[in-house]
């Protein structure tokens, strides 16, 4: 008789025990989605869509030295206004925002309508380049420029609706990082 008292006892100890895990669980589980929804909402200031993706939006991909680095960070173009500037608690936020010392608080804007992304540089101590060159005014962006931010960062102009497999070679060369970064060495000592 006691060994089946012992039995039930040490039952009611298990099932005590599991329904702690499942409360336990179903805490994290809670905290994980919370989580998941804080990410969506930040990710959302930059642009970057967790829950879906539009691939027909035009965007900037980063290009990195490291081809393993390069392509990683992807930065969507919606209809409208994209500020790209300092990364911190500037007075203006920006869409997306870049660290880097050369990074002013509100560096240039993106602007996609009609089916066309133009670029104005803001700060003219802080230079925009597009595929190589220095701009100063506003330029309407084609598919597969690259355009390089504060120096440091190197993106691909990417525009589906205008994809043309043709332009993302030169002469057999992939429009990559070390393209990118050849072509402005090229113009700078060209000037």
């Not at 680095?69 to 173009?77: G, H, M, N, P, T």
């Not at 994809?163 to 992939?174: A, F, V, Y």
Request: hydrophobic share 35%; proline share 4%.
């Amino acid at each position: 008789m006691q060994e089946i008292l012992d039995l039930l006892k040490a039952l009611k100890e298990k099932k005590l025990y599991f329904e702690n895990q499942q409360r336990d669980w179903q805490l994290k589980l809670q905290l994980a989605e919370q989580r998941v929804r804080e990410e969506a909402s930040a990710l959302k200031h930059t642009r970057v869509t967790a829950t879906s993706v539009n691939s027909k939006l035009p965007n900037l991909v980063n290009l990195n030295e490291d081809p393993q680095l390069s392509e990683i960070s992807l930065y969507f173009l919606k209809e409208g206004e994209t500020k790209v500037g300092r990364q911190g608690e500037s007075q203006q936020q920006c869409d997306i925002q870049l660290s880097g010392a050369l990074v002013s608080d509100y560096y240039c804007l993106l602007v996609h309508k009609d089916n066309q992304v133009v670029i104005t540089p803001i700060d003219k101590e802080a230079p925009t380049f597009v595929n190589g060159e220095q701009i100063v005014d506003s330029m309407t962006l084609n598919h597969v420029d690259r355009v390089i931010i504060g120096g440091d960062h190197y993106f691909r102009f990417n525009h589906p609706a205008d994809d043309d497999p043709s332009k993302r070679k030169s002469s057999g060369i992939p429009k990559d990082f070390l393209f990118a970064k050849a072509e402005t060495e090229k113009a700078q000592n060209d000037r």
